[in-house]
């Protein structure tokens, strides 16, 4: 093969390594800007890869005309990038060194501000005069000669490098544990690499070869083998610093970044390679190139995400849910199996939809018996609660029977307007899990006795379906209850003070916490009882929030307006959606507290409009403030973690 075959080859191949890099870099610089920015860690990583993507976007523009009279500005703005890659991995350095514990007690941070204002200035003059490029030349390859100051920069990048290096052999010596050893040391091993690839060697190259002819062939096979580099080792530093800055599990993060990786990186190299190899096919076959790249461009994508959505649980499987992983395997097959209670809602309708239009009758309800009594679970048609309340008790009364012996459809109770049917989980003997009620037929149809079979025999089938749903929804019901105590368990300790993975422990700002719900929910109680005025208001441990203290400003300085601000959007925010209603499932916790506290009514003036008796009505009640307490608890959390970003930053 012939030198210029080697020459277009690589030219051809150096490319494709630059747009990967672009990708590469963009992708995870992305990622970094979705995560935890605040974070020291993470903040100066993205810098340096802002740095990265900008000098190879440059380079990518350089190569799709490098005969442009554009291509002196495109190598100019490159040195946006170049002069303060010094900077960044100084930057990168002292951050990791400081996540051990060794935290700066000044000359490190003023050593790291001087540093980005000597690369601004480098920045500046590269861009804006000869000092550090000049005389642009187009042949063989577009490059920029050297001027006087390049040896500055040189000298000021070698330095730089060199303290870097120097201080993330200091932070890798200080890790106490094999896990932390470990990635410090990748990052050690390949921290210098991406920063290296960055250096303009193409000035370099000018400073060898003046006087003498200059060989493409070998700058192209050493910018081949520098890209290269650059990539393996750019996702190598990616990796171990994707774990900075988070307090999600590993198996969390290796699992986000596996799903951005296929989604964004792998995707869009694949993408590019298809546009490439279908521009040189289209012209092989003899057509037009922008329609072929259209229909294979999109072709792929389909394709590919239908791939990954297939591969994906199995790459899991292989990287992240491992055999020390079974636990997590099972908590990803519970959030993939469990029902929320919008999917439950979903069920239902369909199951009574279903009813309806088997016995070709307008309206159906579900009615769920609790320890509180019965309760609207779903309806579909023109029926209110009230009358699917009234029909339970009627029907029964009418046959002069207790409606939880019958079950069969001959038995059906019947009711001026509905015929009632008991659900139970495993039959008769079981307990009553509710009704599930249908509009009875006024002129039923003509059918054969085969048909009636049939319609029976259906509707005992959406019968059962109904029962086990109910079932279901009463187990997972206590599943939740159990997460929900868990996760505020853990947001408790979150809260107290957390312990980074190389053993650095960050204080929360000092405020006065409740040890568990109960007693969170015993102020917000009181706060409530007197939310109009009172010594309960006045004097109630919740003043000291945060999230009040935010609140002065808007409320004249006073803190018990401010709390009455606050409890008033906690329970508005309970408020669902639709017209409301006094005995519907989904408006109870509202109806109370807006009722009880907002409107200020007795416990006997409430609970006989919410169709409730008085030990139901504060069991339902307890369970109104420790969502009211729940939410605060979430505000409170939220300033928190803010403040402690802002304090870290």
Same mark, same amino acid.
């Given at each position: 093969?012939?030198?210029?075959?080697?020459? &277009?080859?690589?030219?051809?191949?150096?490319?494709?390594?630059?747009?990967?890099?672009?990708?590469?870099?963009?992708?995870?610089?992305?990622?970094? +800007?979705?995560?935890?920015?605040?974070?020291?860690?993470?903040?100066?990583? &993205?810098?340096?890869?802002?740095?990265?993507?900008?000098?190879?976007?440059?380079?990518?523009?350089?190569?799709?005309?490098?005969?442009?009279?554009?291509?002196?500005?495109?190598?100019?703005?490159?040195? !946006?990038?170049?002069?303060?890659?010094?900077?960044?991995?100084?930057?990168?350095?002292?951050?990791?060194?400081?996540?051990?514990?060794?935290?700066?007690?000044?000359?490190?941070?003023?050593?790291?501000?001087?540093?980005?204002?000597?690369?601004?200035?480098?920045?500046?003059?590269?861009?804006?005069?000869?000092?550090?490029?000049?005389?642009?030349?187009?042949?063989?390859?577009?490059?920029?000669?050297?001027?006087?100051?390049?040896?500055?920069?040189?000298?000021?990048?070698?330095?730089?490098?060199?303290?870097?290096?120097?201080?993330?052999?200091?932070?890798?010596?200080?890790?106490?544990?094999?896990?932390?050893?470990?990635?410090?040391?990748?990052?050690?091993?390949?921290?210098?690499?991406?920063?290296?690839?960055?250096?303009?060697?193409?000035?370099?190259?000018?400073?060898?070869?003046?006087?003498?002819?200059?060989?493409?062939?070998?700058?192209?096979?050493?910018?081949?083998?520098?890209?290269?580099?650059?990539?393996?080792?750019?996702?190598?530093?990616?990796?171990?610093?994707?774990?900075?800055?988070?307090?999600?599990?590993?198996?969390?993060?290796?699992?986000?970044?596996?799903?951005?990786?296929?989604?964004?990186?792998?995707?869009?190299?694949?993408?590019?390679?298809?546009?490439?190899?279908?521009?040189?096919?289209?012209?092989?076959l003899g057509l037009k190139s922008e329609d072929f790249v259209? !229909?294979?461009?999109?072709?792929?994508?389909?394709?590919?995400?239908?791939?990954?959505?297939?591969?994906?649980?199995?790459?899991?499987?292989?990287?992240?849910?491992?055999?020390?992983?079974?636990?997590?395997?099972?908590?990803?097959?519970?959030?993939?199996?469990?029902?929320?209670?919008?999917?439950?809602?979903?069920?239902?309708?369909?199951?009574?939809?279903?009813?309806?239009?088997?016995?070709?009758?307008?309206?159906?309800?579900?009615?769920?018996?609790?320890?509180?009594?019965?309760?609207?679970?779903?309806?579909?048609?023109?029926?209110?609660?009230?009358?699917?309340?009234? &029909?339970?008790?009627? &029907?029964?009364?009418?046959?002069?029977?207790?409606?939880?012996?019958?079950?069969?459809?001959?038995?059906?109770?019947?009711?001026?307007?509905?015929?009632?049917?008991?659900?139970?989980?495993?039959?008769?003997?079981?307990?009553?899990?509710?009704?599930?009620?249908?509009?009875?037929?006024?002129?039923?149809?003509?059918?054969?006795?085969?048909?009636?079979?049939?319609?029976?025999?259906?509707?005992?089938?959406?019968?059962?379906?109904?029962?086990?749903?109910?079932?279901?929804?009463q187990l997972q019901s206590q599943v939740f209850d159990v997460?929900?105590?868990?996760?505020?368990?853990?947001?408790?300790?979150? +809260?107290?003070?957390?312990?980074?993975?190389?053993?650095?422990?960050?204080?929360?700002?000092?405020?006065?916490?409740?040890?568990?719900?109960?007693?969170?929910?015993?102020?917000?109680?009181?706060?409530?009882?007197?939310?109009?005025g009172g010594p309960k208001l006045a004097d109630s441990e919740?003043?000291?929030?945060?999230?009040?203290?935010?609140?002065?400003?808007?409320?004249?300085?006073?803190?018990?307006?401010?709390?009455?601000?606050?409890?008033?959007?906690?329970?508005?925010?309970?408020?669902?959606?639709?017209?409301?209603?006094?005995?519907?499932?989904?408006?109870?916790?509202?109806?109370?507290?807006?009722?009880?506290?907002?409107?200020?009514?007795? !416990?006997?003036?409430?609970?006989?409009?919410?169709?409730?008796?008085?030990?139901?009505?504060?069991?339902?009640?307890?369970?109104?403030?420790?969502?009211?307490?729940?939410?605060?608890?979430?505000?409170?959390?939220?300033?928190?973690?803010?403040?402690?970003?802002?304090?870290?930053?």
């Amino acid at each position: 093969m012939s030198r210029d075959f080697w020459i &277009s080859f690589l030219e051809f191949s150096n490319n494709a390594l630059i747009v990967t890099i672009v990708m590469g870099a963009g992708s995870i610089l992305i990622y970094n +800007l979705s995560r935890n920015l605040w974070d020291r860690v993470t903040r100066a990583n &993205s810098i340096l890869l802002t740095c990265i993507t900008i000098v190879s976007i440059m380079d990518g523009l350089i190569a799709l005309d490098p005969k442009s009279d554009t291509v002196e500005i495109w190598l100019r703005l490159q040195w !946006v990038g170049i002069a303060f890659v010094p900077a960044a991995i100084f930057h990168l350095a002292d951050a990791l060194l400081t996540t051990t514990g060794l935290v700066s007690r000044g000359r490190r941070r003023n050593v790291r501000r001087a540093l980005y204002v000597l690369s601004a200035v480098i920045m500046l003059l590269a861009t804006l005069s000869d000092l550090f490029i000049h005389d642009f030349t187009a042949r063989p390859i577009p490059y920029m000669r050297v001027g006087p100051l390049f040896p500055v920069y040189a000298a000021y990048f070698i330095t730089s490098a060199v303290v870097a290096y120097w201080l993330v052999w200091r932070a890798r010596a200080r890790c106490r544990t094999a896990k932390t050893y470990q990635r410090m040391d990748i990052i050690l091993k390949v921290f210098l690499t991406p920063g290296i690839g960055l250096f303009p060697y193409s000035l370099l190259f000018d400073m060898v070869n003046r006087g003498h002819n200059f060989d493409v062939l070998i700058f192209r096979s050493a910018s081949n083998l520098a890209n290269t580099i650059v990539i393996v080792m750019l996702f190598s530093l990616a990796y171990p610093l994707a774990f900075f800055g988070t307090s999600k599990p590993d198996r969390v993060v290796k699992a986000e970044i596996l799903q951005f990786s296929l989604r964004g990186t792998f995707t869009a190299l694949v993408l590019l390679g298809v546009m490439l190899s279908t521009l040189r096919v289209s012209e092989i076959l003899g057509l037009k190139s922008e329609d072929f790249v259209i !229909v294979a461009v999109m072709g792929t994508v389909v394709l590919l995400q239908w791939l990954i959505t297939v591969s994906l649980p199995l790459l899991e499987k292989w990287f992240v849910f491992t055999r020390n992983n079974i636990e997590g395997h099972k908590l990803r097959q519970i959030s993939q199996r469990l029902l929320t209670r919008a999917d439950i809602k979903q069920l239902e309708e369909a199951i009574l939809a279903a009813a309806c239009d088997l016995l070709r009758v307008d309206t159906a309800f579900l009615l769920t018996n609790t320890p509180d009594g019965l309760t609207i679970e779903h309806s579909v048609g023109s029926i209110s609660a009230e009358r699917a309340v009234e &029909s339970i008790q009627k &029907s029964s009364s009418q046959n002069g029977r207790n409606s939880e012996h019958f079950y069969a459809y001959d038995d059906v109770i019947i009711g001026d307007d509905f015929w009632v049917f008991p659900l139970y989980a495993n039959g008769d003997d079981s307990p009553l899990l509710g009704y599930m009620g249908i509009q009875a037929r006024k002129m039923p149809p003509e059918l054969s006795d085969g048909e009636k079979e049939l319609e029976m025999e259906l509707f005992h089938m959406l019968m059962d379906r109904a029962a086990r749903l109910l079932a279901d929804a009463q187990l997972q019901s206590q599943v939740f209850d159990v997460l929900d105590a868990l996760m505020m368990q853990m947001d408790s300790l979150r +809260l107290e003070g957390r312990v980074d993975k190389f053993g650095q422990i960050y204080q929360q700002p000092p405020t006065q916490q409740p040890q568990n719900l109960t007693e969170w929910a015993e102020w917000v109680h009181g706060a409530l009882k007197d939310l109009w005025g009172g010594p309960k208001l006045a004097d109630s441990e919740l003043l000291q929030l945060n999230i009040v203290q935010q609140e002065l400003e808007k409320n004249g300085s006073s803190p018990t307006r401010a709390l009455q601000t606050i409890l008033t959007r906690v329970i508005e925010s309970l408020k669902p959606e639709g017209e409301r209603s006094l005995l519907n499932n989904d408006w109870v916790l509202y109806n109370i507290l807006e009722m009880r506290f907002v409107q200020g009514k007795k !416990v006997g003036d409430v609970a006989p409009q919410l169709a409730m008796s008085e030990p139901n009505f504060y069991r339902k009640q307890k369970s109104a403030i420790e969502e009211v307490a729940r939410q605060l608890w979430e505000m409170e959390k939220s300033y928190l973690e803010t403040h402690q970003k802002n304090g870290n930053s």
